[in-house]
């Protein structure tokens, strides 16, 4: 299986190859759809673009850890995780049903 990382440089080279807009068009293309989704995160939004997935914040409480190596319980404070939920159209495509 092919490890290759997909970056943003990869995606604006795509959009250059696709659309036809310049290079530095492509790169401000791709900058200002990740700035946007960036945004959306931050202020508390969900996400959803079809037929890809969707992101979200998600709060965690503060909660009682473990060391694995010593065992002493440490407080792990609270914080916002980032969760990505992938659309029944992508899943089909990665498991080749598509």
Request: glycine fraction near 8%; charge should be neutral; proline fraction near 3%.
């Amino acid at each position: 299986m092919d490890s290759r990382t997909i970056t943003r440089a990869d995606l604006a080279e795509a959009v250059y190859e696709e659309v036809g807009l310049s290079r530095n068009e492509s790169s401000e293309l791709v900058e200002t759809v990740i700035e946007e989704i960036s945004d959306a995160l931050i202020t508390g939004g969900n996400v959803k673009i079809s037929s890809f997935g969707s992101f979200s914040v998600k709060e965690k409480g503060e909660r009682i850890g473990r060391n694995p190596k010593t065992g002493v319980e440490v407080p792990i404070s609270p914080r916002k995780v980032l969760v990505f939920r992938a659309s029944h159209v992508l899943k089909d495509r990665i498991n080749g049903k598509a």
